[in-house]
């Protein structure tokens, strides 16, 4: 490598290797667990208008003042590459029309981008799964969500991890909620953090989401939400913990959890590592791994119809952390052309091999005599071995029955 060859964009990864069969297993997870949920597969464009963004995000958030990666095209426009899924889909969901597909269960997964300190789990493009449930106002929705989420965690084999619950109320309990923080965090103005007093007046909900050490000691008498709750609020809160009991999804009540962004009504989550488990440790102080909400406020703020939704993103590289290193699938049937006359024969067992759904590989370059050495170091399940007359001979341990019934199936 010359000295002027181009690195990397600080904050980016390239993944390859058991990391990269981690993150395609997350990903397999996901579109088998979504299915069977019924979520509906979708794609959107990677930029927006920075406004898309801006308006339903809020000004005050820390993505949209101090993460977003925006600039201008070459036609003058404010574009944005996106932070975060949900603003993008809520623009889609207008422009679109989809209202006539409400209730709209959808799923999506990609690149996201935030001008953020790269450190261990948080990097400046990351990559999310995403799941929303779009057009529906009732508490059902946010079970069933839940319910996805908890089992897609149990079959990446995550079990150290726990959903944290909170309500945030209706609009009206959480404006109470509100000025009732502000009240009780402008009496110790001074002692806050210089973060958190600017937060005081604009978006004071966020204070109880600080990680600075000089608002630690305001947290845990600040007053809670359930002083604010209307008894409709409540009621919904409790069908969701309801449902979630019903369907065996565990769940603590975290009274201080508070979504970073404007949009969120009623319930507002976040899976977390176990205190001491492996998976803690794993990730250290990037501890959230997937969350999310109900944001009903949302579709209004972009200036479409109301329109009830509620979702939840995850980031891929933190579940991968958490999987663990996975090695790419077992080759079941490894190819050794030890005579390149045989080349023709070797291409034909390979394609009836593959056809038949087994993983094949085939070592056919470099001195023959090293090719057995080299087809050994990939570990196969089964040999082929395919000499010059074309004649071949499967060696192995084990059953290799379905090897030898894939290579006879007449081909059409
Ligand atoms: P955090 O508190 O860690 O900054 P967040 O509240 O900004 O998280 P969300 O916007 O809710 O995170 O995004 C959902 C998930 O996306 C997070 O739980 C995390 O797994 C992942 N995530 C967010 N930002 C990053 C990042 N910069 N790098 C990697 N993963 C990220
Ligand atoms: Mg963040």
Same mark, same amino acid.
């Given at each position: 490598?010359?000295?002027?060859?181009?690195?990397?964009?600080?904050?980016?990864?390239?993944?390859?290797?058991?990391?990269?069969?981690?993150?395609?297993?997350?990903?397999?997870?996901?579109?088998?667990?979504?299915?069977?949920?019924?979520?509906?597969?979708?794609?959107?464009?990677?930029?927006?208008?920075?406004?898309?963004?801006?308006?339903?995000?809020?000004?005050?958030?820390?993505?949209?003042?101090?993460?977003?990666?925006?600039?201008?095209?070459? =036609?003058?426009?404010?574009?944005?590459?996106?932070?975060?899924?949900?603003?993008?889909?809520?623009?889609?969901?207008?422009?679109?029309? %989809?209202?006539?597909?409400?209730?709209?269960?959808?799923?999506?997964?990609?690149?996201?981008?935030?001008?953020?300190?790269?450190?261990? =789990?948080?990097?400046?493009?990351?990559?999310?799964?995403?799941?929303?449930?779009? =057009?529906?106002?009732?508490?059902?929705?946010?079970?069933?969500?839940?319910?996805?989420?908890?089992?897609?965690?149990?079959?990446?084999?995550?079990?150290?991890?726990?959903?944290?619950?909170?309500?945030?109320?209706?609009?009206?309990?959480?404006?109470?909620?509100?000025?009732?923080?502000?009240?009780?965090?402008?009496?110790?103005?001074?002692?806050?953090?210089?973060?958190?007093?600017?937060?005081?007046?604009?978006?004071?909900?966020?204070?109880?989401?600080?990680?600075?050490?000089?608002?630690?000691?305001?947290?845990?008498?600040?007053?809670?939400?359930?002083?604010?709750?209307?008894?409709?609020?409540?009621?919904?809160?409790?069908?969701?913990?309801?449902?979630?009991?019903?369907?065996?999804?565990? %769940?603590?009540?975290?009274?201080?959890?508070?979504?970073?962004?404007?949009?969120?009504?009623?319930?507002?989550?976040?899976?977390?590592?176990?205190?001491?488990?492996?998976?803690?440790?794993?990730?250290?102080?990037?501890?959230?791994?997937?969350?999310?909400?109900?944001?009903?406020?949302?579709?209004?703020?972009?200036?479409?119809?109301?329109?009830?939704?509620?979702?939840?993103?995850?980031?891929?590289?933190?579940?991968?952390?958490?999987?663990?290193?996975?090695?790419?699938?077992?080759?079941?049937?490894?190819?050794?052309?030890?005579?390149?006359?045989?080349?023709?024969?070797?291409?034909?067992?390979?394609?009836?091999?593959?056809?038949?759904?087994?993983?094949?590989?085939?070592?056919?370059?470099?001195?023959?005599?090293?090719?057995?050495?080299?087809?050994?170091?990939?570990?196969?399940?089964?040999?082929?071995?395919?000499?010059?007359?074309?004649?071949?001979?499967?060696?192995?341990?084990?059953?290799?029955?379905?090897?030898?019934?894939?290579?006879?199936?007449?081909?059409?």
């Amino acid at each position: 490598m010359s000295k002027n060859t181009p690195k990397a964009i600080r904050g980016t990864q390239d993944i390859f290797g058991p990391d990269a069969e981690a993150f395609a297993f997350v990903v397999e997870t996901f579109e088998r667990v979504r299915k069977l949920y019924r979520f509906r597969r979708a794609e959107f464009p990677v930029f927006e208008k920075t406004e898309v963004f801006a308006r339903s995000l809020g000004e005050t958030t820390d993505v949209v003042s101090k993460e977003m990666y925006s600039f201008e095209d070459r =036609g003058g426009e404010s574009l944005t590459l996106r932070p975060e899924f949900t603003a993008g889909i809520a623009r889609a969901y207008i422009t679109n029309g %989809w209202q006539q597909f409400a209730p709209l269960k959808l799923a999506t997964h990609g690149p996201l981008f935030r001008y953020e300190r790269p450190q261990k =789990g948080r990097y400046r493009q990351f990559h999310q799964i995403d799941a929303e449930i779009i =057009g529906a106002a009732d508490p059902q929705a946010d079970v069933e969500l839940l319910a996805m989420a908890d089992q897609l965690l149990k079959e990446l084999g995550i079990n150290d991890v726990t959903l944290h619950l909170n309500t945030l109320g209706d609009g009206e309990s959480r404006e109470a909620w509100r000025a009732a923080l502000i009240e009780y965090f402008r009496a110790v103005k001074d002692e806050l953090s210089e973060d958190s007093q600017e937060r005081l007046e604009k978006n004071p909900l966020r204070i109880l989401d600080s990680k600075d050490r000089k608002d630690k000691p305001f947290l845990s008498d600040a007053p809670k939400i359930d002083e604010f709750l209307s008894d409709e609020a409540r009621d919904f809160f409790a069908a969701v913990t309801e449902g979630l009991d019903a369907a065996g999804v565990e %769940w603590v009540r975290a009274d201080s959890l508070v979504r970073g962004l404007d949009y969120y009504r009623h319930t507002a989550f976040e899976f977390i590592p176990d205190e001491g488990s492996v998976s803690a440790d794993a990730l250290g102080s990037q501890s959230t791994v997937l969350g999310g909400g109900r944001y009903d406020g949302l579709m209004e703020s972009l200036g479409g119809p109301a329109t009830p939704a509620v979702g939840w993103a995850a980031g891929i590289e933190r579940l991968a952390m958490l999987v663990g290193e996975r090695q790419a699938p077992v080759l079941e049937a490894m190819v050794l052309l030890e005579h390149d006359e045989g080349l023709a024969v070797a291409n034909a067992l390979l394609a009836k091999l593959r056809a038949g759904g087994i993983v094949s590989d085939i070592i056919a370059s470099g001195s023959v005599k090293k090719r057995y050495d080299k087809a050994m170091k990939q570990n196969p399940q089964h040999i082929l071995r395919v000499n010059e007359t074309g004649f071949y001979d499967i060696s192995g341990d084990g059953d290799a029955s379905h090897i030898d019934a894939a290579v006879k199936r007449e081909t059409r």
